[in-house]
């Protein structure tokens, strides 16, 4: 085992990776040493994604369609020699919409996009892993997969359900040598988070107050997470949720984090 982190040799395709986490996260695997291929459904961010050096090459479709992931994931092994790594971060928001008043259509299409996805992209992948007896994939679940947020149904069914798909495949493929865990981010300054925050949807102030680490995280921070996963570093893990989220969801009290305990007996 290296004494320090480094994906030399190793060949990842990251979903969503034209933007925010997946684009941070690429960088990052680059930076370790690792082929990279982004797959995005946008096309031209992903071009400029890989102009700006985080990946060697993209491909382009919908992670929700199957006919797309399964092309998907085929082009970026075979133009790169073979698949060791997966890091599923292609997702959407939703409406913020109390379920009584969402339209069904809608709670569809961002449970196909953030679970579908995923499922179908972790099943293509598999069968290429699966066959070399070898491989490591993260999925990208979120704060809103471990605890409830009113109006977000649709997102936070689907996020609970990439927990639940990575144990699953943990437990299907792990005598095969393929490991499978996921990182539940919280509040992350992409341009998601960004676009929330610049149409009021949320209190920046109020995540602060409720987050113990007192802050938004980078995406560089889940990029992290997610190397180490994905590395041999974390070769005995597997089926595990790992939050990275500043310690909101260890957070159980009322109100806002105590910012007066004092630091000395
Ligand atoms: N930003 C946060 O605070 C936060 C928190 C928890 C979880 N997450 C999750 O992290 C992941 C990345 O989020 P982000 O904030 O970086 O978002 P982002 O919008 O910056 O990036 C998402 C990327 O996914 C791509 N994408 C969207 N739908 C797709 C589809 N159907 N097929 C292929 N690609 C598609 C987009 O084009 C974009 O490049 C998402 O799964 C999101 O749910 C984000």
Known sequence: MPETLSLQGGRALVTGGASGIGAATAQKLSALGAQVVLADID???????VATGVAKGFVTGNVADT???DRMVQDARDAMGGLDMVFNAAGIGDDLMPVHLQDPDRWQHVVDVNLKGTYLICRAAGAIMLENRTGSIVNVSS???????PGRSAYGVAKAGVIHLTKTLACEWGSSGVRVNCIAPGYTKTPLVRDLLDRGVFDPGLIERRTPLGRFAESEEMANAAAFLLSDWASYVTGTVLPVDGGWAA???AGDVDKSIPTKA
Not at 143 to 149: R, S, T, Y
């Open 251 to 253: 957070y159980g009290a």
């Open 43 to 49: 096309g031209t961010a992903a071009a400029e994604a």
């Open 143 to 149: 704060i809103v997969g471990l605890g409830a947020f």
């Open 67 to 69: 006919g797309d992931a």
